[in-house]
């Protein structure tokens, strides 16, 4: 089973950048994809950015622009680069792989957008 470690979260302010990290371990064969969702306050869990095992990225419209999903090669990493940040942006950002036999999720970073 694949464990997956969320990095990155933090305070920023508005108009920040800021890069999320997801570690995962363990053996990962086949396609597969990873992604990034976020929950906010009362609010459902939704969908950042995806990127699959051959590397096509998938972007939610409100991030277009702003957030890049990147996933190198050499490792089973997945990066979520965020600039433009808005106080909306401001959730637990989760990570996720998922296969044709499971899925799973990360414990989640928290992400706040404030002056």
């Known amino acids: 089973q694949v464990h997956l470690e969320e990095s990155g979260g933090t305070l920023v302010q508005p108009g920040g950048s800021l890069t999320l990290t997801c570690s995962a371990s363990g053996s990962i064969v086949g396609f597969n994809v990873m992604g990034w969702y976020r929950q906010a306050p009362e609010k459902e869990r939704e969908l950042v950015a995806t990127i699959t095992s051959t590397r096509t990225p998938v972007y939610a419209d409100f991030v277009k622009g702003r957030f890049k999903i990147s996933r190198p090669y050499v490792e089973n990493t997945v990066y979520l680069q965020m600039n433009s940040l808005k106080p909306e942006d401001t959730a637990v950002y989760y990570c996720?792989?998922?296969?044709?036999?499971?899925?799973?999720w990360g414990q989640g970073t928290q992400v706040t957008v404030s002056s």
């Open positions: 996720k792989i998922q296969t044709p036999q499971y899925e799973q």
